[in-house]
């Protein structure tokens, strides 16, 4: 008796070895088409810095936009980083903290909520969860006055903090889900063999984080 994967395989076999159709070559085609229309909307922005950034000061025009600089000239970059580089050192040091910040206290949720659950964590998680859908808008005033209350008006950790308490929503969903596949029995061995919920998690849970950490910052990072 074939089974349903069987006859697909079967069927995906025999496909590639009569080759595709017209039909099917025309969609491939067009897909390709749709692709290099995206990409090249993509990568024109970024040409056109990248390139004018080699003509100088002067060099720089709406005309010229898209041609190769005859020379190299760097005279432009100098005034441009004096610019910017308290901005950026500013916005690194934000959104490092509070990737990190966010990362560090989702992880510790989802491994609560996944392998160490207690009553009413279910109901509890999904208050965090609410959290994702709350908009920014909703909360601005009373983040404000929560922000004067505590004397961090002026501070660049007001963002710090909005931007932490938005993503632990976030990072204990992803946090939770990833932890969720990792066997019980091994927490359960390691309970056996007298480990806490501390020893257990730093030992046995961080060391196997290390892709949902990265998919946690870097969604972090970017949504900054």
């Not at 404000?144 to 204990?172: D, E, K, R, W």
């Not at 501390?198 to 998919?215: C, D, E, M, Q």
């Amino acid at each position: 008796m074939t089974t349903l994967a069987d006859r697909i395989s079967t069927k995906d076999i025999t496909r590639n070895k009569r080759g595709l159709s017209g039909k099917e070559k025309g969609m491939l085609a067009f897909r390709y088409v749709i692709l290099t229309f995206l990409v090249f909307f993509a990568v024109a922005p970024i040409y056109i810095m990248v390139v004018n950034s080699f003509k100088g000061i002067t060099g720089v025009s709406q005309s010229a936009a898209w041609s190769i600089p005859t020379k190299l000239d760097f005279k432009a970059w100098g005034p441009v980083w004096d610019n910017l580089k308290g901005s950026m050192g500013r916005t690194l040091f934000f959104v490092l903290q509070s990737s990190i910040i966010s990362a560090i206290i989702g992880s510790i949720n989802g491994f609560v909520f996944s392998k160490w659950r207690f009553r009413g964590s279910t109901i509890i998680f999904t208050t965090f969860l609410f959290g994702m859908f709350i908009p920014y808008q909703a909360i601005m005033i009373p983040l404000t006055q929560f922000n004067n209350a505590v004397g961090l008006t002026g501070s660049i950790y007001v963002l710090v903090f909005a931007h932490v308490v938005y993503g632990i929503p976030i990072c204990t969903l992803i946090f939770r889900n990833y932890y969720a596949g990792i066997p019980t029995e091994i927490i359960e061995a390691a309970r056996v063999d007298g480990a806490g919920m501390v020893k257990i998690f730093r030992t046995i849970i961080l060391p196997l984080s290390a892709p949902a950490f990265v998919v946690v910052l870097i969604w972090q990072f970017t949504s900054a």
